[in-house]
């Protein structure tokens, strides 16, 4: 699986981003797909992660702020993030399994994009 993160920038708190990720190369009918943040010094966390039945999971940091979709044939998944805090600074990748729980450990995630810079003052 191919993932191609864009859509990061700066931005001032309480403003609103919206990441893409492109994922093409999938070989099973069944995946979950989510956002993962790391800032320096820091391990991966998991943000959101949906899966192809729709199901979707949250950070508790970001619950009621963003919001995680995909188009109908799974080839795009955005993020829209709203009330932009200064602790949501952080390079974000998107990441995919095949294993279909919309897991937010970045453990079970076996692809991963090479992430995009989103930085809040």
């Known amino acids: 699986v191919q993932l191609v993160e864009s859509g990061g920038g700066s931005v001032q708190a309480g403003g609103s981003l919206r990441l893409s990720c492109t994922a093409s190369?999938?070989?099973?009918?069944?995946?979950?797909i989510g956002w993962f943040r790391q800032t320096p010094g820091k391990g991966r966390e998991g943000v959101a992660a949906i899966n192809d039945d729709g199901s979707t999971r949250y950070a508790n940091s970001v619950k009621g702020r963003f919001t995680i979709s995909e188009d109908n044939m799974g080839d795009f998944l955005y993020l829209q993030m709203n009330s932009l805090k200064p602790e949501d600074t952080a390079m974000y990748y998107c990441?995919?399994?095949?294993?279909?729980?919309?897991?937010?450990?970045?453990?079970?995630?076996?692809?991963w994009g090479h992430g995009t810079q989103v930085t809040v003052s």
């Open positions: 990441a995919a399994t095949y294993n279909y729980f919309p897991s937010l450990r970045p453990t079970d995630y076996d692809f």
């Open positions: 190369g999938y070989t099973h009918n069944r995946y979950a």
